[in-house]
């Protein structure tokens, strides 16, 4: 496949047709985070040189697209912010900013599969030397936890195949890269939402109070009918990628 890489910055024409796509990525229900419904767009509007498109020319046809952030961090656990929905605010805040943050790495269907998601992580750490960064931070949404949803993900994180490769092909991808596992993040992304919404955005019915496992959840969804709430929190895992030398 033949694609040139831009920046929102170089072709914002790009970017709002990205903008427009992106819904085909993400489950339903993913798209309506607390904290990152209300930060995303201006992620994408004050820095718009960390988020970049995979572009087909010919076809004139976006295959995928990367967001990033930086922040300031310090090299220590206790130093990551917490969980995904934390990188915002020093994301956007004043102090100088020393890490990238990966924040998306989106492959529009028809494309997935064909190992883009290692040129995504790629292009970000370019991203990040071009910029002076040291290190490229992921909060990484792993891939198969879907199909575990009540294993806690600081012990799914340390799965492991009989090689000794992580068992999540999405940790395994990083992995292999010269990432370095961190610390899990098991309320990385808060969702909530009322009873019908979740019910509108997982297609299951929600009969009574309880803990649900739903289609594409990480986790359960803890439903409160009385109170008509359904909150939800993704878990995540922290790596680290070394742009060092």
């Not at 990525?25 to 767009?41: A, K, M, S």
């Not at 020093?90 to 064909?114: N, S, V, Y």
């Not at 109170?227 to 939800?232: H, K, P, R």
Request: proline share 8%; hydrophobic share 35%.
């Amino acid at each position: 496949m033949s694609y040139s890489v831009f920046t929102h910055l170089e072709r914002p024409d790009l970017a709002e047709r990205a903008a427009e796509a992106g819904d085909e990525v993400w489950p339903e229900y993913n798209r309506h985070g607390d904290v990152t419904n209300v930060n995303w767009h201006r992620m994408r509007v004050d820095y718009p040189e960390l988020q970049f498109v995979f572009y087909d020319e010919e076809q004139d046809e976006l295959v995928a697209e990367g967001h990033t952030l930086a922040i300031p961090w310090d090299g220590s656990d206790d130093g990551l912010p917490d969980g995904f929905d934390g990188i915002f605010e020093p994301g956007f805040g004043d102090e100088p900013k020393t890490a990238l943050c990966a924040m998306a790495a989106e492959i529009w269907p028809r494309h997935q599969g064909g190992g883009l998601a290692v040129k995504l992580l790629e292009a970000m750490g370019d991203v990040g030397r071009r910029y002076g960064y040291q290190d490229l931070l992921a909060c990484v949404r792993p891939s198969w936890k879907e199909r575990y949803p009540l294993a806690p993900i600081g012990e799914y994180a340390q799965w492991r195949r009989a090689d000794g490769q992580p068992f999540d092909p999405w940790i395994r991808v990083h992995v292999r890269i010269g990432g370095e596992l961190r610390r899990p993040e098991p309320e990385s992304l808060k969702i909530s939402g009322t009873v019908a919404e979740w019910e509108e955005w997982t297609k299951l019915p929600f009969p009574v109070s309880g803990e649900y496992v739903f289609p594409e959840g990480l986790a359960t969804v803890s439903i409160d009918r009385e109170a008509d709430v359904g909150l939800y929190y993704e878990p995540n895992v922290w790596l680290r990628h070394s742009l060092r030398g």
